[in-house]
Structure formats: structure tokens, C-alpha cells
């Protein structure tokens, strides 16, 4: 059994050598001129180390790994009244699917589809102006990582306002039930920026340990909201290939379409891997597959394991 460490440097020295590493977000002007050989993975531990490998100190955009931070911003804000407005259940459908939000009356499946995050900013975003809110997203995530250097792209948040038309359809059709209060255009514009938070896999890890409840990690949150906010991540953090995820891996995870993906193991560390080749499911390829291989190497898993690891 190898250590962390030892795994890591395994896992990145196969990745590089891959040749079919999925597709870049082309949809995004701006994603789709990343690099596809790209690779990172870091492990952040309760006791403040970071082991890394790869490229773990390069900034990628966390897309939609960010509706993990503004989640619990809504639920420290406004507790179980955001229930009221976005369900918890799997999707089954895309990403950016527009045909349960129909069926549904425009009540969102659950907070991470980006219908759900679109109603979840525009609920924090009450009352206030989207300078104001992503000043507060970002004083999140750097309190939860530590470290005051990580900025919003805004090449890519540009990038995606100019193409994001589904998502104004999404942020549209929710109006149209009442779901949606501030006008959709604001609402879009603090999402969009959110969603162009840059962070390297040694940053994302970091800020992730608050989902850990370790102890000595930062306390975020309460634990019955963590512990939430990580039952959401298992069940509905992949879109449509969740349970695929949950079976493989076993951890609570959240993706974005930026090739990120961060992962929980409770009690123990937070992973965060980047490979900006995504599958059909919008997932990162490789990502998934490096995040699936380190937790069997080290026997993680909510379900439980045949075996510990050595954490050095």
C-alpha cells in the first residue's frame, strides 16, 4: 500500500503519458484554449500539510465548484428556507437541462445543476448589489484556503456572459414561476463571476477542509449543515453521472466544467484534482479517474475500506 505521496507521484506520472484525456469546455470561449495535457492533484491534511503532484500550483476556473461555497453561504444566511426554492434530489438530466425545470414548475432538482446555483446566488444576492456578493464569495473561499491570493477571471466571466443563453433561459423560465427575485441579468452576472473564480488544486484543497470537520480545520459551518452540504456533493455533484461517481470513488465530490473536481473524505483530507478533458457528462476524464485510484490506494471511502493508509 503506498503512502499519499508515493500514490500521487504514480497517478500524475500516468496521466501524463494519456493520450485520450476527453474534451476542453469549448462552449466557453475561454476554456476551450486551456491546455488538455494539463494535470495537478493535491491532498490537503487537518494537520496543514499539502501534498501535491503535477501541475497543483497552476490557477484553472473552478466553474462549478464554486456552488459548493456559495451553498453554504446560503445555508449559514438563511438555513432551511433555501429548501423552499431548490429541491435536493438527483437530476438524471444535463447539467443545463431546462426540461425538468418545466416539469417541476421552476423549483431546481437540487443546488448544484445550474438551475439550483442560479437560484441559490439569486438568494443570497438579495439586497445587495453583485460587486457587494462576490466581494463575500471570495472573502469565503480565501478565509476557508487560507490565502488572500485567489481572484476572479474576468476574461472568463466575459467569456461566458457573451454565450451563456441557456443559462439566461434557466435564470428566465424561473422568473416566470416567481422563482427567481432579483432581474435575471443581475442574478447571471454575479453567477457568471463566481463561476470564474480561479484556484490551483493545492488552493482548492485547502478550502475545502472545512467540509473535512477535522479537527483543527476551519469552522465554516455548523456540522449538521457540512454534514448537508456533503450528502448533496455524493448525490448530486457529477449531474447525471453522480451515482457513477458515488460507486467508483465513494466520496462526496463536486465538478466543474473548468476540469476541476473537488473531494471529500470526511474527518481525513480534502483532494482536489485538474484535468481540463471532460466525458460526456461534462466531468473532468482523467480527474475522475486519478480521484477514484488515490482513494482505492488509500481505502477511502463513506462506505467503508478494507484498509488505512499511512498519512506521511
Known amino acids: 500500500m503506498p503512502d499519499i505521496q508515493d500514490s500521487l507521484d504514480r497517478i500524475a506520472a500516468d496521466m501524463a503519458g494519456r493520450m485520450d484525456r476527453g474534451e476542453v469546455a469549448h462552449y466557453i470561449p475561454e476554456l476551450a484554449r486551456v491546455d488538455p495535457a494539463r494535470f495537478g492533484i493535491a491532498v490537503a491534511l487537518p494537520d496543514d500539510r499539502v501534498l501535491s503532484a503535477g501541475d497543483s500550483t497552476l490557477p484553472f476556473s473552478i466553474q462549478s465548484i464554486s456552488k459548493v461555497f456559495t451553498l453554504s453561504i446560503a445555508l449559514g444566511r438563511l438555513g432551511d428556507q433555501l429548501w423552499s426554492r431548490v429541491g435536493r434530489e438527483p437530476s438524471g438530466q444535463a447539467f443545463n437541462s431546462i426540461l425538468q425545470l418545466e416539469h417541476e414548475k421552476g423549483r431546481p432538482r437540487n443546488p448544484f445543476i445550474n438551475a439550483g446555483a442560479i437560484a441559490v446566488t439569486d438568494a443570497i444576492l438579495a439586497g445587495h448589489q453583485p460587486k457587494e456578493l462576490l466581494g463575500e464569495i471570495l472573502r469565503f473561499v480565501r478565509a476557508a484556503a487560507g490565502d488572500d491570493d485567489i481572484h476572479i477571471n474576468h476574461a472568463v466571466a466575459r467569456s461566458e456572459t457573451a454565450t451563456g443563453h441557456r443559462n439566461l433561459a434557466l435564470a428566465s423560465f424561473m422568473k416566470s414561476y416567481g422563482n427567481l427575485i432579483n432581474p435575471p441579468e443581475l442574478t447571471l452576472g454575479a453567477y457568471f463571476h463566481q463561476c470564474a473564480i480561479e484556484m490551483s488544486c493545492q488552493q482548492l484543497a485547502r478550502a475545502g477542509l ?101 498519512p506521511d
Not at 480521484?291 to 493508509?309: K, N, P, Q, Y
Open 210 to 310: 472545512y467540509l473535512t470537520s477535522a479537527a483543527g480545520t476551519p469552522r465554516m459551518l455548523g456540522p449538521d449543515r457540512v454534514r448537508r452540504i456533503n450528502a448533496i456533493m455524493m448525490t448530486c455533484g457529477h449531474y447525471d453521472a453522480s451515482g457513477d461517481f458515488a460507486f467508483r470513488v465513494g466520496l462526496p465530490g463536486k465538478s466543474g466544467v473548468g476540469g476541476g473536481i473537488l473531494c471529500i473524505v470526511p474527518g481525513k483530507a480534502s483532494v482536489a484534482v485538474w484535468s481540463p478533458g471532460l466525458n460526456k457528462q461534462g466531468n473532468s476524464q482523467l480527474g475522475t479517474e486519478a480521484i477514484e485510484r488515490l482513494a482505492s490506494d488509500m481505502g477511502w471511502s463513506v462506505f467503508g475500506a478494507s484498509h488505512t493508509a499511512n
